[in-house]
């Protein structure tokens, strides 16, 4: 079997007898492991030229050896043409270049371990945030109806079209969204986001309505791209109550699942944090498969648990220790480690796909990274 059957199969109500193998979040994987993936300049990764693309995911896809692959949007042709990155001779300085315009964009080279740029949302204060319809309205304005057709006749499909004629035929394409709730901290931040689920809920719903909207389009975009999987993140709502959750939530990523699963794709929601007392409710959302964090923060989340609470209703992804296990562990401790959460997902009804509770660190290397790939295949094999 391809990666592409294996995890095809794990969706299937008969299960797959061959676990597929993957790592959540390959571009953070990706950014921090870049000069062990390719001998290609970062920069690559930012280039308008698709041969240039396509030479640098050629050497990362094959070097981890990972059962799925991840697509985005591309630049438009119209960019393609007109966008270059130019270098000065010892590299010091790196500038996307737009030869229509003359205008110049410098490039920095993506920081280790680093937070988004948007990362000063988390210390936003309730004062600050808006708090009428009107400004969110503003400040989420773009919610018409995703237009198929311009998007395919743009060219943002050419670098997930090329990824998909190498590679399609043997890894599972996937793309990722967020939960209309989790898109609030990007409206409130931490703080503010918190403070308008206890006592605003009903601008709490009008926010996610919109989220919803953007991210119904945001799911087209990736049936257009040629994608079969849609990773759901979930952040932060371990933190809210369950009423909370199932009032604000639920409605609406049960939505997004629906509308994937009527385009033909699989839904994987990944719930981050503590799922105690709303193991009901992320349950009946319906996603093809869940995934959680691995036991960590004060809680603890036992794959052996979690097949035995989800009996087969839907595939699981394993959540095996990114740091205790991956990075810290001996290679027998993750061999054990990996027997276990194989042998969990068979009493799921083999509906199981091998993977990470969160996203593999900057102190792991590229090698132990294959390592836990081809020792998957190997015990699954096995078994």
Same mark, same amino acid.
């Given at each position: 079997?391809?990666?592409?059957?294996?995890?095809?199969?794990?969706?299937?109500?008969?299960?797959?007898?061959?676990?597929?193998?993957?790592?959540?979040?390959?571009?953070?994987?990706?950014?921090?492991?870049?000069?062990?993936?390719?001998?290609?300049?970062?920069?690559?990764?930012?280039?308008?030229?698709?041969?240039?693309?396509? /030479?640098?995911?050629?050497?990362?896809? *094959?070097?981890?050896?990972?059962? %799925?692959?991840?697509?985005?949007?591309?630049?438009?042709?119209?960019?393609?043409?007109?966008?270059?990155?130019?270098?000065?001779? *010892?590299?010091?300085?790196?500038?996307?270049?737009?030869?229509?315009?003359?205008?110049?964009? =410098?490039?920095? =080279?993506?920081?280790?371990?680093?937070?988004?740029?948007?990362?000063?949302?988390?210390?936003?204060?309730?004062?600050?945030?808006?708090?009428?319809?009107?400004?969110?309205?503003?400040?989420?304005?773009?919610?018409?109806?995703?237009?198929?057709? =311009?998007?395919?006749?743009?060219?943002?499909?050419?670098?997930?079209?090329?990824?998909?004629?190498?590679?399609?035929?043997? /890894?599972?394409?996937?793309?990722?969204?967020?939960?209309? /709730?989790?898109?609030?901290?990007?409206?409130?931040?931490?703080?503010?986001?918190?403070?308008?689920?206890?006592?605003?809920?009903?601008?709490?719903?009008?926010?996610?309505?919109?989220?919803?909207?953007?991210?119904?389009?945001?799911?087209?975009?990736?049936?257009?791209?040629?994608?079969?999987?849609? %990773?759901?993140?979930?952040?932060?709502?371990?933190?809210?109550?369950?009423?909370?959750?199932?009032?604000?939530?639920?409605?609406?990523?049960?939505?997004?699942?629906?509308?994937?699963?009527?385009?033909?794709?699989?839904?994987?929601?990944?719930?981050?944090?503590?799922?105690?007392?709303?193991?009901?409710?992320?349950?009946?959302?319906?996603?093809?498969?869940?995934?959680?964090?691995?036991?960590?923060?004060?809680?603890?989340?036992?794959?052996?648990?979690?097949?035995?609470?989800?009996?087969?209703?839907?595939?699981?992804?394993? *959540?095996?220790?990114?740091?205790?296990?991956?990075?810290?562990?001996?290679?027998?401790?993750?061999?054990?480690?990996?027997?276990?959460?194989?042998?969990?997902?068979?009493?799921?009804?083999?509906?199981?796909?091998?993977?990470?509770?969160?996203?593999?660190?900057?102190?792991?290397?590229?090698?132990?990274?294959?390592?836990?790939?081809?020792?998957?295949?190997?015990?699954?094999?096995?078994?």
């Amino acid at each position: 079997m391809t990666g592409r059957d294996k995890i095809k199969a794990a969706f299937s109500k008969d299960g797959t007898r061959e676990i597929p193998v993957v790592i959540p979040y390959e571009g953070i994987f990706i950014r921090d492991h870049w000069e062990q993936l390719t001998d290609y300049p970062w920069w690559y990764r930012q280039e308008p030229n698709l041969e240039k693309q396509i /030479l640098w995911h050629r050497d990362a896809i *094959n070097k981890i050896g990972q059962d %799925w692959l991840s697509l985005r949007d591309f630049y438009s042709t119209k960019d393609q043409g007109n966008l270059n990155i130019q270098t000065t001779a *010892n590299d010091d300085k790196v500038l996307l270049v737009d030869k229509s315009t003359v205008r110049q964009q =410098k490039l920095s =080279k993506p920081k280790v371990g680093g937070w988004s740029a948007g990362g000063h949302l988390e210390s936003v204060k309730p004062e600050h945030i808006p708090k009428t319809t009107d400004e969110i309205d503003e400040l989420i304005s773009d919610v018409s109806r995703f237009d198929k057709e =311009k998007f395919l006749e743009s060219g943002k499909c050419d670098l997930a079209s090329a990824l998909l004629a190498e590679f399609g035929g043997q /890894l599972y394409p996937l793309c990722q969204i967020s939960s209309p /709730l989790w898109s609030c901290y990007g409206l409130w931040g931490f703080e503010g986001m918190m403070t308008m689920i206890a006592s605003r809920a009903d601008l709490v719903k009008y926010a996610c309505r919109r989220y919803l909207a953007l991210g119904t389009n945001q799911v087209h975009k990736a049936a257009a791209l040629g994608a079969q999987g849609i %990773w759901i993140e979930e952040c932060l709502t371990d933190m809210i109550s369950p009423d909370a959750f199932a009032s604000l939530n639920v409605p609406f990523v049960r939505k997004l699942v629906e509308e994937i699963r009527t385009l033909g794709l699989e839904s994987i929601y990944y719930y981050c944090g503590n799922p105690a007392g709303k193991w009901e409710h992320i349950l009946s959302i319906g996603a093809d498969a869940i995934s959680l964090e691995e036991s960590k923060k004060g809680f603890e989340i036992d794959i052996e648990d979690v097949a035995a609470k989800v009996q087969g209703q839907c595939a699981v992804l394993g *959540n095996l220790d990114a740091i205790g296990v991956l990075q810290d562990g001996s290679e027998e401790q993750l061999r054990e480690e990996i027997a276990r959460q194989i042998a969990a997902g068979r009493r799921n009804s083999s509906r199981f796909i091998m993977s990470l509770g969160s996203p593999i660190t900057p102190e792991t290397t590229v090698e132990r990274v294959r390592l836990y790939c081809d020792m998957a295949c190997q015990i699954a094999s096995a078994r």
